[in-house]
């Protein structure tokens, strides 16, 4: 009997020894289950095969065999416990590490477009003229003949119409204005002096094109009228526009011109800015960027819209909205405005 003792005591330590050993390197909690039932599971635990034999032990031996049985559970027990804890706390270092937010890592940034360089010259020439208390209005791109040629003193045939080579929808009726002029017109034709309006607008050319002509571009148009008004509140106009616009030190040049519609007239250039007056390509080595036409309204013009050229007095102008943005920006290439080319449109 007691070597049957002796055996059980051994084959119970034995337990204890594997069951320990096998349990260090488990790693997941399916392992840990597996371990579980296979050593304290209640119906094929090897714990309790071992303890299926205590009925047949002798009252003496009942009791040893009971306590290390016990001794040995609560081992194996307390053990699965710590093993159960730090498999936890492994597997939440885990998913914690997995789920891990770096918030030292940049931001993704999404790129922002901006304002075309065309359409905030015209923001900055159109703010100018606000605040010198004239209105901004919007014409029409495809514009009759009359408003864009007759009724500016331009009749049929008239030799000025070859300034302007016209792209035609319906030839000798309907056209793609060749210029912002034509809003004059519809202006005075809608409203009674005193007049202040610009107006920005595209314009489109049959144009041999090269740095400084492109065959669609934008102007902005300006028109005056009043009771008193003469050719020095136009100069005082635009000079005032181009300080404001480019600062102080630029040089305005009125250059005694013709326009049809206008009388005086005048071409006004600005000095360039790139080669400051000395001459550059963009500039055709003049020193000088024509950037606006201009005038005194002719009377046959305010006659036609029904304003009495002895009451009336006015002026008006074109700026050439890419020339500007030109100096302004200091680009030596009209072309590049049109070619919505983003390593250019980048840089300004
Ligand atoms: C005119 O278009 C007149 N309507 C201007 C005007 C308005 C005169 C009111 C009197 C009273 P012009 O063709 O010169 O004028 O054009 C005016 C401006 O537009 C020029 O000074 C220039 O800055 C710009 N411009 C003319 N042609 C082109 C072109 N092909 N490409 C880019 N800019 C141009």
């Not at 039932?37 to 003496?60: A, F, H, Q």
């Amino acid at each position: 009997m007691v070597d049957q003792l002796e055996q059980l005591l051994t084959q119970l330590e034995t337990l204890r020894t594997h069951a320990v050993e096998e349990l260090s390197p488990i790693n997941t909690s399916a392992e840990l289950d597996e371990w579980d039932t296979r050593y304290l599971g209640r119906n094929r635990g090897e714990l309790k095969n071992l303890s299926s034999v205590m009925p047949k032990l002798s009252k003496e031996d009942r009791p040893v065999v009971g306590q290390k049985i016990n001794a040995v559970k609560a081992v194996l027990e307390r053990q699965l416990k710590e093993k159960r804890e730090e498999l936890k706390a492994r597997e939440l270092m885990l998913a914690l590490e997995r789920e891990r937010i770096d918030v030292t890592l940049p931001g993704r940034t999404i790129p922002a477009g901006r304002v075309h360089p065309i359409s905030r010259a015209i923001a900055e020439v159109s703010n100018i003229f606000l605040k010198m208390g004239f209105s901004v209005l919007q014409g029409y791109e495809v514009e009759d003949d009359y408003h864009n040629f007759q009724a500016l003193n331009i009749p049929v045939d008239h030799p000025a119409r070859d300034m302007q080579d016209t792209f035609w929808v319906e030839p000798g009726q309907i056209l793609l204005r060749t210029q912002t002029s034509p809003m004059q017109i519809r202006t005075m034709e809608q409203s009674q002096p005193p007049v202040r309006v610009i107006v920005p607008g595209k314009v489109y050319r049959n144009e041999d094109i090269d740095a400084t002509h492109e065959a669609v571009f934008h102007q902005i148009e300006g028109l005056l009228i009043d009771e008193h008004c003469t050719m020095a509140d136009l100069k005082g106009c635009l000079e005032r526009f181009a300080h404001e616009m480019f600062g102080p030190d630029r040089r305005l040049r009125f250059r005694s011109s013709y326009f049809p519609f206008t009388e005086p007239s005048a071409e006004v250039d600005i000095s360039c800015g790139l080669c400051n007056g000395k001459g550059c390509r963009s500039c055709k080595y003049s020193g000088w960027l024509e950037v606006l036409g201009s005038g005194m309204v002719h009377p046959k013009v305010l006659r036609k819209v029904g304003y009495d050229p002895e009451k009336y007095r006015g002026f008006a102008f074109g700026i050439g909205v890419e020339r500007i943005a030109m100096l302004k920006y200091d680009v030596g290439e009209i072309r590049l405005f049109s070619g919505n080319d983003l390593r250019f449109l980048r840089q300004l």
